[in-house]
């Protein structure tokens, strides 16, 4: 479409060559905006240098095959240099529209700038307008919320019933997936904001990630020990409601302050009178501070942006 389009106004405007506006809007269409106004930046430069390093170079020595082999012997290292090169084909290309002319003068220069220019300003207001990725952000982390809630669930579940469910791992390795995916969308995201860099997204990631990691430790733990059924009950009870709260804006405060009442609740229990109880308490505790730094983390997210 913004080949389509760079071609009909180079057309309408009478320039010579309009193909190439087409083709120059083509390879200046990039993923992101940020990565648009770069490669523009340097296809720019690198057109202007070829446009006039040809027109010199013609001018001086005729417009032959040879001296077109002279101005890519010129041409080509000094696109490297200077870091250029996504203008190098493009240069070239324009180049050859003086090499075929019988009569070069100041006309092709402004031909070929305007080539130049409609070609990449097409491509950018294609680039500038792209769809967002905003809304498959919002639909992602909704479904990375819904998967974490069912997996504590599941382990509330299991810490009763000392039973895991099958689709265990396939859901876990599932919702590992879905936030890789998510934190491409996220650098796409943040590529097109030009001037500014959106923290949030990034923050948002960043923090699941870190909870995947401990809900993965917790059921390392708890499928090792084996607590008496109040135990188990009650920890059961306070992971399900960490479950049913998994959702963004809760800053889980309270939760916190269960937690901790859980803690010393558990402090106050009967010591352990063998090796067995003891192991089995450790990994108690050891599972209550995984939970801790899955709210904890949370809290600090939620603390930073005030969703």
Not at 16 to 23: D, L
Not at 62 to 82: H, K, Q, R
Request: proline share 1%; with cysteine; net charge positive.
């Amino acid at each position: 479409m913004s080949a389509t389009l760079a071609i009909i106004i180079s057309n309408y405007m009478g320039l010579k060559f309009g193909v190439t506006s087409g083709i120059i809007a083509i390879l200046s269409i990039q993923d992101t905006k940020k990565e648009a106004l770069s490669v523009a930046a340097r296809r720019s430069i690198a057109s202007t240098i070829a446009i006039l390093l040809a027109f010199m170079l013609y001018i001086l020595l005729g417009n032959n095959p040879i001296v077109f082999g002279l101005f890519l012997l010129i041409f080509i290292p000094i696109t490297n240099v200077f870091k250029i090169s996504e203008g190098m084909v493009v240069g070239a290309v324009l180049s050859t529209h003086l090499l075929i002319s019988t009569n070069i003068n100041i006309y092709w220069i402004i031909n070929e700038a305007k080539l130049t220019i409609i070609g990449i300003g097409v491509a950018m207001i294609f680039n500038l307008y792209a769809a967002s990725l905003e809304k498959q952000f919002e639909k992602n982390k909704g479904d990375i919320e819904e998967q974490y809630r069912l997996i504590l669930t599941d382990m509330a579940m299991s810490l009763v019933t000392q039973a895991v469910p099958i689709y265990e791992q396939k859901l876990l390795f599932s919702v590992e997936k879905l936030i890789e995916n998510t934190k491409l969308i996220v650098q796409i995201i943040n590529n097109n904001h030009l001037f500014k860099t959106n923290n949030y997204y990034v923050s948002y990631i960043d923090m699941r990630l870190i909870q995947l990691d401990d809900i993965k430790r917790m059921k390392r733990h708890f499928s090792r020990f084996y607590m008496t059924y109040e135990q188990t009950k009650l920890l059961s009870e306070f992971t399900n409601n960490v479950a049913i709260n998994i959702r963004e804006d809760n800053d889980c405060i309270e939760l916190i302050k269960k937690l901790t009442s859980l803690r010393e609740y558990y402090k106050m229990m009967e010591l352990p009178k063998s090796r067995n109880e003891f192991e089995n308490r450790a990994l108690l505790f050891q599972f209550l501070n995984d939970l801790e730094d899955f709210l904890t983390i949370k809290k600090q997210f939620k603390d930073i942006f005030k969703i």
